[in-house]
Every structure is written in C-alpha cells, then in structure tokens.
C-alpha cells in the first residue's frame, strides 16, 4: 500500500478557490490510479474525481464537474484538486485514496475500489 497525506484545506469564502493536495510515498506513484472522495456531516462519502495513472483519463462528479479539476505530478509523487467557484454545499472533509492498476486508462469512481485513504482535510465554504 501507499500512504497518503493531504493538505491545502481551509475556510473560503463562496466563489473561491483553495487547491488540495496529496503527497504519497512508500510505492511508485505510478502504479496507482488516484481519487479525490468528500464526506459533509451526516452525508455519506462521495466520489469527487479520479484520474488514471498517468493523468490521461480523469472523471468527475456532476456536481464538480466544470468548476474542479484533478491533475498528478508523477515526479513529485503529488495529487491536486484544483477547486474553484466554491459554494457552500462543498463544504466537507477531502479524502484522497489510491489503488494500483495495471491499465494506463482505467480510472476507478467507488470507494470500494480503493484500498489506501489518506486523513482528510477540511474545507469550509462560507455564504
């Protein structure tokens, strides 16, 4: 497994922008596929956006779609979440995960399908 640290969470006022990010170590990078999941209190955690080994594939939840991106830096072991045009309903805790994958295309969107989580890290979107 790979273990994962996020960061770049905070308070934001809505319509703004924070970028998350998520370092890894302990395996290579490259193995791993890479998602970002969200959990609001008393919500179950969500899929937010997932992107393949090599960043050539990326999904997105229709709630993010448009105003988050998801990219990887494979030479710095890094995930990000760019997120802009907050709102307030995207207040909750950030969670990346990984799983490692064989293909270059796939890109995994149920939690289920991932087996290393990070901590979390908490965005507050204020109105």
């Known amino acids: 497994q790979v273990q994962l640290v996020e960061s770049g969470g905070g308070l934001v006022q809505a319509g703004g922008s924070l970028r998350l990010s998520c370092a890894a170590s302990g395996r290579t990078f490259s193995y791993y596929v890479m998602g970002w999941f969200r959990q609001a209190p008393g919500k179950e955690r969500e899929f937010v956006a997932g992107?393949?080994?090599?960043?050539?594939?990326?999904s997105y939840a229709d709630s993010v779609k448009g105003r988050f991106t998801i990219s990887r830096d494979n030479a710095k072991n890094t995930v990000y979440l760019q997120m802009n045009s907050l709102k307030p309903e995207d207040t909750a805790v950030y969670y990346c995960?990984?799983?490692?994958?064989?293909?270059?295309?796939?890109?995994?969107?149920?939690?289920?399908?991932?087996?290393?989580w990070g901590q979390g890290t908490h965005v507050t979107v204020s109105s």
């Open positions: 995960a990984a799983t490692a994958a064989t293909s270059s295309t796939y890109v995994a969107t149920s939690g289920e399908r991932f087996d290393s």
């Open positions: 992107i393949s080994r090599f960043g050539g594939s990326t």
